[in-house]
C-alpha cells in the first residue's frame, strides 16, 4: 500500500508564501514517492502543493467537500468526490499517515484537531506561535515544529524509517 | 421551530469544575425552553449537561458517533445515531443555532474550529487564556468569553432578542 | 429515551395517495407518544408525515441533507443540519427503530437498503410488487407489508411489545 | 484526472461466480488504463477485482468504513479510510464516473440506489431478473445490462467515447 501525506492549510486566504512552502512540500512529497493527500480544491494551499507533486509526476489525491468535480484542482489526478461539506476534514485526516500544515485558518484548525483526536502525528510547518502553543498544549507527543518544506520532509522519512507511521 | 443550543466538551478528561459548569448550562438551557444538543456520550461534559436539562424537563438531543445506542447518556431523550465517528462534530455545531464549550480537548477544539468554519457563533465558559487568543485571532466576531453559566445563558437570550441566532 | 418511528418516501415526486398516507402516519405515530424522524424536506412525505403529527401534538424530527435549515418542512420541531448530502439517509435508518416507507424511489430505495444493511425492520406500506419482492428477496426476515397506515402502527405496537425493537 | 471505474459487490457472502467476474472485471479495468475503485475490504468482490486490476498494474483505490485500516484488501493502493460506515457507499458511488456491480446484496443495493439518486450510470453484470426489473423500474435510462465483464467494458469504453461519463 502507498504512504500518503496530506497537507493542509488555507483555501483562497492563504499567503504568498503559504503557496510557496506549499508547492515545495508537494514538490518533495511527490520526489520521494508517496502519494500527495489534500482537500482537492483548485485554490490556495491545495492547488500550490498538488501542482508541486504534478510538476515531479507524483501522484496526487483531493477529498472534494462538493458532490461533483465542479472547482477541483487541476492537478489532481484522483478525486474522491464525497458531498460531505466540512465533515470532509476527518477524512482528510484519517486517510493520511501524516499530515504537514502550511499556514492556520479554520478549516485548517478543524483538521489539525481531528487529526489530534485520531491519534495523528501533525508537522506545522513555519506556524505563528499562538497556533504552536496551543496545539502543543493539547497533545504535546503528536505536535512537530519545522521551519522548511526539507525539514519537514526529513521528518517523515525519519518516522517511517522508525515505523512510527 | 424549537432553537437548540449545543454544549461541547471534554469526555472521559473532564473535570469536576467543567462537569458542574455543564450541569448548570444545561439546567439554565432547560429552564429557557431551548432543546439541549450534545455529543450524547454518558461521560463528561455531555452527560452532565443532559442531566441538568432533564432536571428541569428540558428536552434533550444526543448525537450518537457509533453505530448504535450503547453509550449514551441516560438523560439523552432523543438519540440521533450517526456512525459517523468524529464527523459527527460537524453535525453538532451545523444544529446548534450556537455553542456553549465548557472547557477544551481535541474535540472540542475541533468543533470549535468547525463552528467557526460555518459560521457559528461560540460562547467559551471560563476558556484558559490560550485557548481564548487562538480562537479569537481565527474568528474575532464570533467568539464570545463567559466566567459562569448564567452569563453564557444571558448572552443567547440577547443574541435571540436580537435576531443574531 | 423516546421511540423514534422513520416515516420514508418521495420529495417532489410524492403522489396525492402517497401524501395522504402519509399524513395519516404521521398522525397516528404523533397519537401514539413516539417521535416522527423524516428527511426534514418541505415535500412529499416528508412534509406531510410532519404535518400529520404536529396535527396532534407530536414530535417531529427532520435530519436535513443541506449545510442550512433552508428549505425546511414548517411542522418539523427539531432540525438536524447534516451537510452530508445523501449520507444523511443512513442517519435517517440508524436513529429509527423502525421505518415505515411510502411509495418508492431512489431515495427510498437507499434508505430501505440501508435500514436492511443495518439490521433495521421495515415496514413496505402499500407497496408495488416489484419492491415487495426485490427486497423479500434481500431480506424475507426485515421486510413487512400492510396495506393501510393503522396496520403499519398497529405492527409497530406489537413489536414494541414483544421487545422486538 | 484520471477516470474511475466502481465495482461494487456483496463482501463475505460473495460467489465464486461473483468473485470469478469481479476479477475479470478489475484485469480488464487495468488494462484500461483506468482506476479501480471499491469498498476496499480483504472479502468478496472489493478484494478479487483489486486483485484483477494488479495482476496488470492497475491502480487500486480502496473507500474503507472503518476508522484506520484494518481488514483492507492487500491489493490496494490507495486506501481511503473514512470511519463513515455504510455512509461511505455514497462516497463510492459519487467518486466513480461509472459503477459496475457483481451480484447484489443490501449494501450493493443501497449503492446501485445511491447512484441512480446521484444520476451515476449503473451496468448490472449478469444480474437476476428481480435486481434487472427492481431497478429499471426507478431509472430506466441509468441502468444498463451485460452478461460478461468484456460486454461490460465495452459499454464503459463507449460512453467514454461518446463523452457521456
Redesign the interface.
Known amino acids: ?2 504512504k ?1 501525506v496530506g497537507v493542509m492549510g488555507k483555501g483562497n486566504l492563504a499567503t504568498a508564501f503559504e503557496i510557496d512552502q506549499a508547492y515545495q512540500l508537494g514538490r518533495l512529497i511527490g520526489e520521494n514517492g508517496w ?1 500527495l493527500l489534500t482537500g482537492g480544491r483548485n485554490v490556495g494551499v491545495m492547488d500550490a502543493a498538488s501542482r508541486g507533486a504534478k510538476s515531479v509526476g507524483g501522484l496526487t ?1 483531493g ?1 472534494l467537500p462538493g ?3 465542479t472547482g ?1 484542482a487541476k492537478a ?12 470532509r ?3 482528510n485526516v ?2 493520511s499517515d501524516i499530515i504537514i500544515t502550511c499556514g ?4 485548517t ?2 483538521e489539525i ?2 487529526a ?3 491519534n495523528r502525528k501533525v508537522i506545522l510547518l513555519a506556524p505563528d506561535k ?2 504552536t ?2 496545539f502543543t ?3 504535546p507527543e503528536q505536535i512537530f515544529i519545522v521551519d522548511n518544506p526539507q525539514d519537514g520532509i526529513n521528518l517523515v522519512k525519519q518516522f517511517l524509517e522508525n515505523g512510527d507511521i
Open positions: 500500500m502507498r500518503i502519494v489525491i477529498i458532490k461533483d468535480k477541483v489532481v489526478d484522483i478525486a474522491i468526490v464525497t458531498d460531505l461539506g466540512n465533515s476534514n476527518n477524512i484519517l486517510s492556520i485558518g479554520t478549516g484548525a478543524s484537531a481531528l489530534l483526536k485520531n499562538l497556533t502553543n496551543f498544549s493539547l497533545a
